[in-house]
């Protein structure tokens, strides 16, 4: 079975930092392409940020230079390091993996198959 479990979600002040963590187990397709989501109540899901083969990155616009991707396989872990966060970043986090495809869709839910539970992060200002 494969399965993805994200934590490290919580509350924190505009300005403040969180470090997300999605752990992984069994047969993933961690070593070709992984990814974070977020979705806020009525709104649509968002790609925030993707890695193709553990080392090529793309980030949505809205939080380039603010958050970092990162793989480490040896810990079997996906990390979303969250700085300087707003309050606009306020949502339930998702880690998801799936298949190698056009970089450009990197952000693109589909391309994506399984998916873990979720965690939340709110951003007061």
């Known amino acids: 079975q494969v399965q993805l479990v994200e934590s490290g979600g919580g509350s924190v002040q505009s300005g403040g930092s969180l470090r997300l963590s999605c752990a992984y187990s069994g047969y993933t397709y961690s070593n070709g392409r992984m990814a974070w989501f977020r979705q806020a109540p009525g709104n649509e899901r968002e790609g925030v940020a993707g890695i193709d083969n553990g080392f090529t990155t793309l980030y949505a616009d809205s939080v380039k230079g603010r958050f970092t991707i990162s793989q480490d396989n040896a810990k079997k872990t996906l990390y979303l390091q969250m700085n300087s966060l707003k309050p606009e970043d306020t949502a339930t986090y998702h880690c998801?993996?799936?298949?190698?495809?056009?970089?450009?869709?990197?952000?693109?839910?589909?391309?994506?198959?399984?998916w873990g539970q979720g965690t939340q992060v709110t951003v007061s200002s």
């Open positions: 998801a993996t799936g298949h190698l495809g056009l970089f450009s869709q990197l952000l693109l839910p589909s391309l994506y198959r399984v």
